[in-house]
């Protein structure tokens, strides 16, 4: 009985120190201690892991997806990414790698990627942005998706260690058109976007800072049209979208906004993709445009979209985003 009682007693000692270990790690947690705190209260969150959240945006329940790359080390800050789907579609079917490879991306380059998901006319499915002219319920319905997408960072933050300084927005279509929209109203958090196949159909713009702006767009684009408006028969109500701005306005928009000088210089020419770049702008920003001959509405190196239509293999949009946000400065 004695030696029962002596064991007892060793196996309380080591619990007491351990727990007291752990509050005062608790107490005095900063830098990596506290990453890896944090990590202990999401057990889902490993290297390599995709997991889903809700949070609460104005009293609404929204949901996002996150990926952590393999290479994710808590005590390290990571560059994060927002994906923002197309207008009809959700973050289950942008963060399918056999569609949009954004996670592979991750993956190799190392950055975090959340995929939110918009406002559905059906669940959380059919799901729309409001860009500010378009699209759908979220437009009508006056959803602020700024304050979403803010809520999600802010979320991650608290979950993971985040470079607050290389926070990007990427997104397709009418997620492309969010993604000018918080260039223009959260340029505080953002340090660049990427917007592929959706213009810049914002109804104000006065950003707190120039920001770099990357624009991907097919020539043949038959749903947002290269030089204006809304493909003939590419939506079944052409009341839920709008008369789209042309890529070129797009441009010269952001390019007077940055304050950019000079002519653009081509930084990638090949068959049936050019990039050329506005540098010179104000605070280090720099506006790029990448345009692919064919590929119609579609992310480029991707997979074949839902109606079909071949996306350019000319560029890969993933490679061509990942090197426009390596090159550009981080947010102090």
């Known amino acids: 009985m004695p030696r029962l009682l002596d064991r007892h007693a060793l196996r309380c000692a080591i619990g007491l120190i351990a727990i007291a270990g752990l509050l005062s790690a608790k107490a005095h947690a900063d830098g990596p201690l506290r990453e890896f705190l944090k990590q202990r209260r999401n057990p889902a969150a490993t290297a390599g892991s995709t997991s889903e959240h809700s949070i609460d ?5 929204r949901r996002y997806l996150v990926h952590l790359p393999a290479s994710y080390n808590p005590a390290r800050p ?24 954004i996670v592979g991306k991750s993956d190799r380059a190392g950055f975090i990627v959340a995929f939110p998901n918009g406002t559905g006319a059906l669940g959380d499915k059919l799901a729309t ?15 602020d998706d700024v304050a979403f997408a803010r809520t999600v960072v802010a979320d991650l933050q608290r979950r993971y260690a985040v470079d607050a300084g290389r926070i990007f927005a990427i997104g397709m279509s009418n ?17 660049g976007i990427a917007a592929v196949a959706g213009t810049d159909n914002t109804l104000s713009c006065a950003p707190a800072r120039p920001i770099s702006i990357l624009h991907i767009h097919a020539r043949n684009d038959d749903h947002v049209l290269f030089e204006g408006g809304a493909g003939p028969g590419a939506f079944r109500d052409e009341s839920k979208v709008t ?13 007077a906004r940055n304050q950019c000088s000079g002519t653009p210089r081509a930084v990638l020419v ?10 010179g702008c104000k605070g280090g920003a720099k506006v790029e445009l990448c345009v692919t001959e064919d590929g119609k509405h579609s992310w480029p ?6 109606s079909g239509q071949q996306p350019s293999q000319a560029i890969i949009a993933n490679d061509v985003i990942w090197d426009f946000f390596l090159s550009i400065p981080p947010l102090p």
């Open 57 to 61: 945006v104005g009293g609404t329940a």
């Open 78 to 101: 990571t560059p994060l990414i927002l994906a923002f789907h197309g207008g009809g579609g959700d973050m289950q079917h942008i963060a399918k790698d056999e569609h949009y490879g």
């Open 129 to 143: 942005w409001n860009a500010g002219a378009c699209c759908g319920k979220a437009r009508d319905a006056r959803v």
């Open 175 to 191: 997620g492309g058109m969010l993604s000018h929209r918080l260039a223009c109203e959260a340029s505080d958090l953002f340090a």
């Open 243 to 255: 008369q789209f701005v042309s890529v070129p306005q797009t441009i010269s928009n952001w390019v």
């Open 270 to 279: 090949r068959a049936g993709a050019r990039c050329e770049v506005h540098e």
């Open 301 to 306: 190196g991707g997979g074949a979209t839902r």
